[in-house]
């Protein structure tokens, strides 16, 4: 059911705020994550677990939301998304206790699952598929642009307020004015002849994206390969995995039987959506490397960490560029050939970096490529792909989706984390050989002062402290050093990135592959699908 241009409007326009208010929240958390922890007198470890119970909460309720709203209705559970992640973030910032904050993180983990994917499946049943590429990169604009300025917002609000309560307050007006807005503005969509709810499917995929997800999250250090080995690990996501598999075969059987399934198995049956999925997955993986560019611009560019961040703007601008003209190009040129288009801006922009970069205009240009290939990704072609031949649940559709790419998003910042792990464990060696150019012997070095350079965690434990060291010989012999790790450190990043840039590409080639090919009841063996490139 199409609604008229004026509901439109209104749909986007709610949909718009809706989903940049939730985008904004764990880069918002993360700027915020040191103040919490002194605030409620907690370790670091425990203080991490405000960013990963959300991102749990987050990946169990995106489609579960997803189904729902297709069966329950596409605008009754946006609103209500919208309700309880305003909700959830009234309750933290009235929390007064580390438990009770952790819980009100669930609390807006739940309400933050279902905005993005309801929107998109809204759009999708309501809007005319001529018109839908405009739409979704719309949403998916506002979606990649809070992504990447989430932790600049959250830091100006915090250095503005000097109150970590207001990072949360401001979520309620907004949720509280959509709510009202969208109660009266928007109308009704969801699937037709759904059936009972599917209980069981639903705690099963709960517990086993619960495992994999949290098993996800214990990947720390350099060596990916070895913290496979870590019981936290492989137990967890071996069980979450496992857990996955019998809900597949579990929704494969009652599908059979002509029940309404949780997981969209019309959808898992066909190798091109299959294929879309892993694209889905690879631009998680992608968008997940734009968190370390400040990392880059202060330890390779110079630039001051109070800096560092604000070079994220052309990136999200050109993000926000890719998202929207990315979805008019998809309107008049198909998604292969946009998606294309995004992989290959991406990969560009990502290999500029170790082959070109060593200017702050030359990062601009490599860093608004990347962002324009990871805006087109997140906006309108993926999920045109994913929903085309799915004819009444393409919320759970688009759920899938964005879970696939949240995997992505968690596994990515490990593999990225541990190259530069690997490129600072080089930093010790590059200090020796640079003081011993200029004839200073470690000797004269305070003994406690070497110790802590050789022990260093990372490049931001020893870049914000190089302009104390008193000695210029020093000074310049710490900060040669640092730029050398960080260079065979960055270099592998950004080649990493790449190459997942050209393996989605691969992958969008085998999505034309398999559209191309005739349909099944075609006369003339051609298809619509076929027809939109």
């Known amino acids: 059911m199409y609604v008229t241009r004026n509901k439109q409007s209104t749909a986007l326009t709610l949909f718009a705020i809706g989903v940049f208010m939730g985008g904004l929240d764990n880069g918002i958390m993360s700027s915020a994550l040191t103040t919490l922890v002194h605030s409620f007198k907690v370790s670091a470890s425990w203080g991490a677990w405000l960013i990963t119970i959300y991102t749990l909460g987050l990946a169990i309720s995106v489609p ?3 189904k729902f709203s297709d069966k329950y209705g596409r605008k009754k559970m946006f609103l209500l998304s919208i309700a309880l992640f305003g909700a959830g973030s009234m309750c933290v910032a009235l929390s007064h206790s580390f438990v009770v904050i952790l819980l009100s993180r669930v609390l807006q983990s739940l309400g933050g699952g279902g905005i993005f994917p309801i929107a998109n499946g809204y759009i999708v049943a309501t809007v005319p598929v001529k018109k839908q590429g405009r739409a979704l990169g719309m949403v998916g604009g506002m979606n990649g642009i809070s992504a990447i300025l989430g932790p600049n917002i959250g830091s100006f609000i915090l250095s503005a307020t000097h109150d970590w309560h207001w990072l949360f307050w401001i979520n309620v007006p907004i949720a509280v004015l959509l709510v009202i807005w969208g109660a009266r503005g928007l109308e009704e969509s969801k699937a037709e002849g759904t059936g009972s709810l599917d209980k069981i499917g639903i705690i099963l995929m709960s517990l086993g994206v619960l495992g994999l997800m949290y098993g996800l999250t214990n990947l720390k250090g350099a060596h990916l390969l070895h913290n496979l080995g870590n019981s936290n690990v492989w137990a967890y996501a071996g069980i979450g995995v496992l857990l996955l598999v019998i809900v597949l075969w579990y929704e ?22 299959r294929w879309t999925l892993l694209i889905g997955f690879m631009s998680g993986l992608l968008l997940s490397s734009v968190i370390f560019l400040p990392a880059f611009i ?9 800096q560092a961040g604000y070079w994220y703007t052309p990136m999200a601008l050109a993000s926000g560029v890719g998202a929207m003209g990315g979805g008019a190009f998809m309107d008049k040129r198909g998604p292969i050939v946009t998606l294309a288009f995004g992989a290959v801006a991406a990969a560009i922009g990502s290999i500029l970096f170790p082959l070109w970069v060593h200017t702050t205009w030359q990062m601009v240009v490599a860093s608004s490529l990347v962002g324009l290939g990871v ?22 559709a688009l759920g899938m989706l964005s879970l696939v790419r949240e995997i992505g998003l968690t596994l990515g910042p490990t593999i990225y984390a541990g190259f530069l792990t690997r490129g600072m464990a080089l930093f010790p060696e590059k200090l020796m050989q640079n003081l011993k150019s200029v004839g200073i012997s470690p000797s004269q070095i305070p003994t406690s002062e070497l110790n802590r350079m050789n022990h260093v965690s990372g490049f931001g ?3 914000g402290q190089i302009d104390k060291i008193p000695s210029l010989p020093i000074r310049h012999a710490v900060s040669q050093a640092l730029l050398a790790a960080g260079q065979v450190g960055f270099h592998h990043l950004y080649w990493s990135a790449f190459w997942i840039s050209i393996a989605s590409l691969f992958c969008i080639l085998i999505v034309k592959i398999y559209r191309n090919r005739p349909q099944q009841g075609s006369k003339d063996g051609t298809s619509e699908a076929a027809t939109l490139v």
Request: glycine share 6%; hydrophobic share 35%.
């Open 375 to 396: 805006g087109v990704t997140l906006g309108a072609p993926l999920n045109f792909l994913i929903t085309e031949k799915v004819p009444q649940n393409k919320s759970t």
């Open 252 to 273: 494969n059987r009652i599908d059979k039987k002509g029940r309404d399934s949780l997981v969209p198995m019309s959808l898992l049956r066909q190798s091109e959506l």
């Open 298 to 306: 202060q330890v390779i560019l110079g630039w001051p960490s109070s």
């Open 64 to 66: 579960i939301m997803s």
């Open 461 to 463: 434990s020893i870049s």
